[in-house]
């Protein structure tokens, strides 16, 4: 899920085998029952590429593409995570840095965004690209108006 939403997020198509609509079409006309056999999914196309790819490609277990996030935090790109994390934690009442920052290398990735959300939706500060980082930083925006509102119950 992780990859298909960063992917998706700079325009990058993770997932392209088969785009061809011909072939699309025909494999949507191929019954349900004749797709998957005895639990075997992807019955046909494991059939079709048997003698041409190893099966030990074909039948080894699904892997997914992990995001290497433990392996940012040990670059500049971790030292932007601390600085930001740093700063939100000083910012808000929302996490105390002592107690946040031993959890950066397994969750940084997960509080960034939390951090980033909060500093450009709620604070209404410009989000600085990190330094040797592309692509597009989304507009400013303004604040919050959050005068009147209501904290739901959650019991």
Known sequence: MRVDKMS???GLEARVPFLDHEL???AMS??????TK???LKYILKKAVRNV?????????????GVPVNDWCYTKFGEYVSREMKEFCDSSDCFVWKEISPRLPQRGWALLNVALWWK???AGITIARPEGVGGEVA???QPADLTGATVPSWG
């Open 8 to 10: 998706m997020a700079v």
């Open 120 to 122: 450009q939706y709620i």
């Open 30 to 35: 191929v019954p349900q029952d004749v797709k």
């Open 24 to 26: 699309f079409e025909l």
């Open 139 to 141: 507009p400013q925006c």
């Open 53 to 65: 790819i190893p099966d030990e490609i074909i039948d080894r277990k699904k892997q997914g593409f």
């Open 38 to 40: 005895i639990g075997t």
